[in-house]
């Protein structure tokens, strides 16, 4: 008997992904490159920001908070 529940919960699971597979639609390479540049600026800025609270220097400081305001500005035109 336990074989069977196994085999109808494997088979569930099967079911399962395949639907999950076909319900995502596959992105063109235009929305894949639209998605890997805004990854990439997100985490710039991330990083950018934590360079900010460890920056010692006014002047480093300056740099980052321009930097910091030019990477947001482009994550909001990505969007």
């Known amino acids: 008997m336990a074989r069977g529940f196994e085999s109808k919960d494997v088979e569930f699971q099967q079911a399962e ?6 319900a995502r639609r596959m ?7 639209a998605r890997a540049r805004r990854q990439t ?12 609270a460890a920056a010692r220097s006014d002047a480093h400081r300056r740099m980052l ?3 910091i305001a030019s990477l947001e500005e482009r994550v909001q035109a990505e969007r």
């Open 17 to 22: 992904a395949a639907r999950g597979a076909t």
């Open 27 to 33: 992105l063109t390479a235009d929305e894949r490159d």
């Open 41 to 52: 600026l997100e985490l710039t800025l991330t990083r950018a920001r934590s360079e900010l």
């Open 65 to 67: 908070e321009r930097a």
